[in-house]
């Protein structure tokens, strides 16, 4: 098939056939309205600020008619992990960003451009259990409708949306109006490819909706673009893809024409920035166009494209990993028309719930989030992942090298076990159990557990407090690699190679703490710094910190730096003499 955002398939253009009515019978009336809540504003003085700029403070002062919240590109991220701070993101904070503004009695419904399955999940049940979760999520907030993106098409689309729209037809709706089901070469219409659910009227892949936010009527269309589409029709065979303009054509008439007569028409368009410009410049219909984020880091305002006709689309990204939100503010002006407004929202920890039990009650994510740990836990993910051999394992695969434990350590090497007890790598399993909270029981959670104990999802490590209790934690074998062969035979050279991996010479060492406190407050790549050292060195110094980046990456603890850390947790010299 081909892509072209005006192209047609390649082939014939079916499930367009009684489109107009299809769009006509979808709408949505479930946005619920709150009257504003009385007395002081407790958020005053406490939102975040970009650039010292309170966030909402440059909007004008009367209410808006309504705001539109747009958020994409989650991948799973339904919570931040804790394990450093501060952190950006969660559903939770999103909630409360939302309730915010509900509070000032301004009318708030979401769009969401799809992308929210995880980029990868080591347990696909467990992927799609985050999707619907993140679904019911979005219901609760208020969100409508939802587009389609790589990872749910990577993942399966039909198998991603039954997850959540099956069992009863409920917002948010997934909108990819151009996707079509195939089979031998034949196309099948979206609306037969993706039935509705049970008591519902819509294919639980749409085309379009339509809500009244306020009183505003706001039509909300979705499409995947050309590059995702590809990758789309790569992962599923039993997917294909009209043209953008194939649908997108009578989308635009069929909302014009509609009764409700939308007032903001939003295309949620899973593709590039620069597919997005195309399509928004051949329909400039839409005002406000949501498509992928050229970045992690969203831009602080969307890009305007201006038509012949003096009208303007909004071009918004707002980043990935739900870090951020997108509020989009609609004022009427004096001449009954909209003037738009934009503000991007970064979900810092100002958004956390407040420790009280009102507030906690008040948050409807902090249950489902609960819920989901609980499901984790009931449906024993935790022993479902893949195990795959060390290296080490590999390297000796007649040895059935295994992981022992640290306390089998203790024995001959008193002085290392010893230092090892006061550094938080051995309670690192408390974190999980005892302080990690909304949600809990994150010590089931294999996500959380692959850098909080010994080895898991790799061939005799960690399965869980039963199975193997003595590799709870973060011990000796989580850098030194599983130990039974060094411990039965405590002098065999090639053994005691691959407990060091990262020596070249059974003499290389790590810099001394002076060295390294030297290196750790010289300015990067600058005088002093690591370049500095002998060769052999720099060469340990990397070694060593790819061991432990693998649990201190840049998504859980951005401060790392092995010349700070390693002081923390150095031990040596040698095991005691036998
Ligand atoms: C990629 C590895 C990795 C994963 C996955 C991970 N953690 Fe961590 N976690 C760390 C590291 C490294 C630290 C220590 C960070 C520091 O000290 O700066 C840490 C620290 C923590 C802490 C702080 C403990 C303290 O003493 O303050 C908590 C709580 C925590 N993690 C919870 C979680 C939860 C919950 C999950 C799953 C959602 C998780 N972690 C997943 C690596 C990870
Ligand atoms: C029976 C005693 C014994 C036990 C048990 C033991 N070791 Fe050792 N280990 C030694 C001896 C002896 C050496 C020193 C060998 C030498 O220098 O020739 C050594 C050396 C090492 C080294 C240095 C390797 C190198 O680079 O030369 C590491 C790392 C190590 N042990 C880790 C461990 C870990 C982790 C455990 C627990 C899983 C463990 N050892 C259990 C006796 C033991
Ligand atoms: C966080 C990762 C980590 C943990 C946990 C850890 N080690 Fe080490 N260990 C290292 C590194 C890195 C070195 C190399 C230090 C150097 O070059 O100065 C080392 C060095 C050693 C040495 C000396 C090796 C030599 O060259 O002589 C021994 C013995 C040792 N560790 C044993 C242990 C034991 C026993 C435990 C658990 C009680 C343990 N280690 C826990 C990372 C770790
Ligand atoms: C298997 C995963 C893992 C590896 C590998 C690992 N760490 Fe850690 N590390 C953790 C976790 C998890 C914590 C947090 C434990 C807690 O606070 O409960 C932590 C905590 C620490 C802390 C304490 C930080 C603080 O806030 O005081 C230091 C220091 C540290 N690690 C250094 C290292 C160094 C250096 C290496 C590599 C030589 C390393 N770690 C390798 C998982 C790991």
Known sequence: MTHGTGNRVGGRVVGLLGLAALVGGLVYDGIAQVPPRPGPDPWAGKLPKIGGVEIFSTWPKDRPEAVLILSGQTFGFLSPCGCSRPQMGGLERRANAIAMLKAKGWPVAGVDLGDFYPLKSAVSEQGLLKYATGMSALREMGYFAVGVGKTELDAGLLKVVAEYALQKEQPPFALAGNVVGVSDKQVIPREQYFPPAGNGKRPTVGLAEIADVGTVPVGVVGVVGPSVARAGEKADDNLGFLGNKDVLAPAVQALANHPKRPQLNVLLY???????????????????VLCQSDDAEPPQFPETISHKDGKKTLLVQVGHKGRYVGALGLFRKPDGSLDLQYQLVPLGEEF????????????????????????????????????LPHSAQIQKPDLNLSYVGSDRCLGCHASEFAKWKESKHSHAYEALEVYAKRPSLRNFDGECIVCHTVGYGIKTGFESTEKTPALKHVGCESCH?????????????????????????????????????????????????????????????????QTCTKCHDAENDPHFDLAKYWPKVIHGPGPAKQ
């Open 270 to 288: 899973q593709g590039t920035a620069d597919e997005a410009r195309k399509v928004a410049g051949d329909f400039p219909q839409f005002q406000v």
């Open 481 to 545: 690699g599983p130990g039974s062969g060094h411990m039965t035979a405590p002098r065999d050279a090639e053994l005691l190679k691959l407990m060091s991996p990262w020596k070249a010479n059974p003499a290389d060492r790590l810099p001394d703490v002076a060295t390294l406190e030297r290196i750790a407050k010289a300015p990067p790549g600058g005088p002093g710094g690591i370049t500095d050292l002998p060769a052999a060195q720099q060469r340990i110094i990397n070694f060593v910190s």
């Open 352 to 387: 956390l719930t407040p420790e009280t039990p009102e507030a906690e009650k008040a948050n409807p994510v902090l249950p489902l989030l609960e819920e989901y740990a609980k499901q984790v836990k009931d449906r024993n993910f935790l022993a479902k992942v893949a195990r």
